[in-house]
């Protein structure tokens, strides 16, 4: 008897040692998954603070080129602007997100259009006013928040994460039913800790879509200000 005792005991010792190995792996996998996503998450704030600056720098400069090649660069901007709104507001409807892509890119090439056409007409105006330099960081960083958008977590490392909390979840129950008491309320907190880190991971991991939203009153403001100097 004493034997069959320390031999359930030294398994419950081995046990408990793996037990808390793979607790340790599944903690250190949501944590380094929280940090990249949130790390992302604030690349994406500082785009949009980024773009509302650029695009304002542009409209600025806008105002001393030709009088009719000025209002059309406005007019432009202030439609891109409306456009970058609607497509964060309907993120989550696929469609109407890919319209908004497509008329984004559109008003960009028209924009670039035109300000090829002012380089060639007066290239010294366009040179002194710094106008290209303006376009292209309003083209640019449009394309860079496409690509921040579309980057995600890689679907096995989603996977990986959602896997490891339910084995962490199973083997929790496991230890409780090991004991006398059932210890109740630690698995449930243990339980609802896992899912709610893992829930803002992938919330972080998808703008738009869930509780973590990018904030975008630096496009507000501006759209703001543009309808004011109307």
């Given at each position: 008897?004493?034997?069959q005792?320390?031999?359930?005991?030294?398994?419950?010792?081995?046990?408990?040692?793996?037990?808390?190995?793979?607790?340790?792996?599944?903690?250190?996998?949501l944590?380094?998954a929280?940090?990249?996503?949130?790390?992302?998450?604030?690349v994406?704030?500082?785009?949009?603070l980024?773009?509302?600056?650029?695009?304002?720098?542009?409209?600025?400069?806008?105002?001393?080129?030709?009088?009719?090649?000025?209002?059309?660069?406005?007019?432009?901007?202030?439609?891109?602007?409306?456009?970058?709104?609607?497509?964060?507001?309907?993120?989550?409807?696929?469609?109407a997100?890919?319209k908004?892509?497509?008329?984004?890119?559109?008003l960009?090439?028209?924009?670039?259009?035109?300000?090829?056409?002012?380089?060639?007409?007066?290239?010294t105006?366009?040179?002194?006013?710094?106008?290209?330099?303006?376009?292209?960081?309003?083209?640019?960083?449009?394309?860079?928040?496409?690509?921040a958008?579309?980057?995600?977590?890689?679907?096995?490392?989603?996977?990986?994460?959602?896997?490891?909390?339910?084995?962490?979840?199973?083997?929790?129950?496991?230890?409780?039913?090991?004991?006398?008491?059932r210890?109740?309320?630690?698995?449930?907190?243990?339980?609802?800790?896992?899912?709610?880190?893992?829930?803002?991971?992938?919330?972080?991991?998808?703008p738009?879509r869930g509780?973590?939203?990018?904030?975008?009153?630096?496009?507000?403001?501006?759209?703001?200000?543009?309808?004011?100097?109307?």
């Amino acid at each position: 008897a004493v034997s069959q005792k320390t031999e359930d005991e030294q398994s419950r010792s081995v046990s408990g040692a793996l037990k808390a190995s793979i607790f340790a792996l599944v903690a250190f996998l949501l944590g380094f998954a929280f940090s990249m996503t949130s790390s992302r998450h604030d690349v994406r704030r500082k785009l949009v603070l980024d773009e509302a600056n650029a695009i304002g720098t542009l409209y600025l400069r806008a105002g001393v080129v030709e009088a009719q090649a000025g209002v059309q660069i406005r007019r432009l901007l202030r439609e891109y602007v409306e456009a970058r709104l609607q497509y964060f507001t309907n993120n989550a409807d696929r469609a109407a997100s890919r319209k908004n892509e497509a008329k984004m890119q559109n008003l960009l090439d028209e924009l670039w259009s035109l300000v090829e056409q002012l380089a060639k007409s007066d290239p010294t105006l366009v040179r002194t006013s710094l106008l290209l330099p303006a376009a292209n960081e309003v083209i640019d960083l449009s394309t860079t928040r496409q690509w921040a958008v579309g980057s995600h977590l890689p679907a096995p490392v989603a996977f990986l994460l959602i896997f490891g909390v339910v084995v962490s979840s199973i083997l929790a129950g496991h230890s409780s039913g090991q004991s006398r008491y059932r210890h109740f309320g630690l698995w449930a907190s243990f339980n609802v800790l896992f899912v709610m880190v893992l829930y803002i991971v992938l919330d972080f991991d998808r703008p738009g879509r869930g509780l973590v939203q990018v904030n975008h009153s630096p496009l507000v403001e501006l759209q703001e200000s543009m309808a004011v100097g109307e």
